[in-house]
């Protein structure tokens, strides 16, 4: 028999090292080889001699599928980032910071799953059945029919989960708690969780159930540990929020079974999280129309269109070098916008500090947001506030100019109804609508749009000047 040997491997990225480094090869961080036992770590299972393997019986694409392979929550937000709801036999990996949510969402789908008859069995390794039942009581699923286990061994939890009838959805708050007996390390460890994901995600797929771990985040942004955890599971979702707003953002980021950039909009309250049907009134509702340095960007989230607003604040620097802060977008990007603002339309920002806030908490990544963080950065540098019915969208190139973005049609139509009556919109968009009754300015290039904001080119230069 070989020689047990112990290999090191980095928590953050999965990576295995012969030998212990400070840091990661992989991924670049520091401090994160531990050492583990990997007898039945990479497969799962103790070590022993590989068994001769049995065939099993190939089958066609076509026949019968038993039950309805999705399972709706009825909590319709829920339902649209998983692409329709919980699928049969799949594993669904929740993740975002602590305190976010988590648990109080999946609680409340578990209570709603129960009310609508399925068999949902909740397992928590982080709290006792007694706060467990404190949430539920808040969130008035007391009187609901699912069942509770405060449990984190995951051989106790499969036999007690292979008892009675098969469970429709299983809930494992967190992957972080799960441990198994034939794994030597400590909980938490990259082996622990993914022994512990491997061993549940064999169990849905042999029963059918649907199984939802729930996963902390990083700092950076990472379920904590084994990122290697994403790629076992078949779909992740992120729940994200800003802890002094009130939403929360339940996002996908890869979905086996339904597209990939759907977003679910939630508001926290306090009695559970409510449901937000039209998330473009809540991001708007604090705006003040009359500030220089505004923009609203009519987006695309997946297949819903969201209007934001983007506030920039240009000022004159008191430092060597100026400050370039932003929130809620990208800052590499925001980097590239104000060199083409230097470069193509005589904007010089060198000695301004820049701002940028997505306004709410919420997180832009399109590149069509574009040409509305322009037009805030110019509005602020002019000093003049952009007209208060007018959305804003539009990809800019390094030559500065205005390319088209899809979905022309229905973030017109978004912005029509929440009382926009103008769009400052790329060119050569295809798809506009024939009857919309609203302006709409057609921009072929960036310069174009500074000309239109700051009314004539020389009113910014003077109000440059004046700074
Ligand atoms: P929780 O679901 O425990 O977060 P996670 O599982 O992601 O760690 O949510 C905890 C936060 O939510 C906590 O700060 C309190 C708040 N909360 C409410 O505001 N209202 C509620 O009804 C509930 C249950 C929680
Ligand atoms: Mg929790």
Redesign the pocket.
């Known amino acids: 028999m070989a020689k047990a040997r112990t290999q090191f491997i980095c928590q953050n990225c999965g990576t295995v090292h012969s030998r212990w480094a400070g840091k990661c090869d992989g991924c670049g961080e520091w401090n994160t080889i531990i050492e583990e036992d990997p007898t039945g770590g990479i497969g799962g299972g103790p070590a022993r001699a590989p068994k001769k393997g049995r065939p099993v019986a190939l089958t066609t694409l076509s026949g019968e599928i038993e039950d309805a392979p999705r399972i709706e929550s009825g909590i319709s937000e829920l339902d649209r980032v998983t692409g329709g709801g919980f699928v049969r036999g799949s594993a669904l990996l929740v993740g975002?910071?602590?305190?976010?949510?988590?648990?109080?969402?999946l609680?409340q789908a578990a209570a709603a799953l129960s009310r609508r008859k399925h068999r949902v069995i909740y397992v928590s390794g982080e709290e006792a059945v007694a706060q467990v039942r404190l949430?539920a009581q808040?969130?008035g699923a007391a009187d609901s029919d699912v069942l509770l286990a405060a449990e984190t061994n995951v051989e106790d939890i499969l036999a007690t989960l292979s008892e009675g009838k098969r469970p429709d959805l299983v809930i494992i708050?967190s992957i972080q708690t799960l441990w198994s007996d034939t794994v030597d390390s400590a909980p938490g460890t990259v082996t622990q969780v993914r022994t512990g994901v491997q061993a549940m995600i064999r169990f849905a797929k042999q029963t059918g159930t649907a199984i939802v771990l729930?996963g902390h985040v990083t700092k950076e942004g990472q379920i904590a540990g084994p990122r290697v955890v994403e790629h076992m599971v078949d779909a992740v979702l992120y729940?994200e929020g800003d802890r002094g707003h009130h939403y929360r953002i339940l996002r996908t980021v890869k979905n086996r079974f339904g597209a990939t950039d759907e977003i679910g909009v939630f508001e926290?309250?306090?009695?559970?999280?409510r449901e937000v049907a039209n998330p473009s009134e809540l991001f708007l509702g604090e705006r003040n129309e009359k500030s220089p340095g505004a923009a609203v960007f009519a987006g695309m989230e997946g297949t819903r269109p969201l209007l934001v607003e983007v506030q920039a604040l240009v000022a004159p620097t008191s430092l060597g070098t100026p400050r370039r802060a932003v929130i809620g977008w990208d800052s590499a990007r925001l980097s590239m916008i104000l060199a083409v603002l230097e470069a193509h339309c005589g904007v010089r920002l060198g000695q301004h500090d820049v701002y940028l806030n997505v306004a709410g908490g919420y997180r832009i990544s399109e590149p069509a947001a574009d040409l509305a963080v322009a037009s805030a950065l110019v509005s602020s540098l002019a000093g003049l506030a952009l007209p208060a019915d007018c959305v804003y969208f539009g990809e800019i190139s390094l030559s500065g100019a205005v390319r088209p973005v899809a979905h022309t049609a229905q973030r017109l139509k978004e912005a029509e109804k929440l009382g926009f009556s103008r769009a400052v919109l790329p060119s050569a968009s295809t798809d506009l609508p024939k009857n919309g009754n609203g302006r709409l300015s057609e921009m072929e290039t960036l310069p174009d749009l500074v000309a239109q904001i700051a009314g004539s080119r020389r009113v910014l230069q003077q109000a440059e000047e004046a700074d």
């Open positions: 975002g910071d602590p305190g976010i949510g988590k648990s109080t969402v609680m949430r808040r969130l708050d729930v729940f926290m309250s306090d009695s559970g999280l």
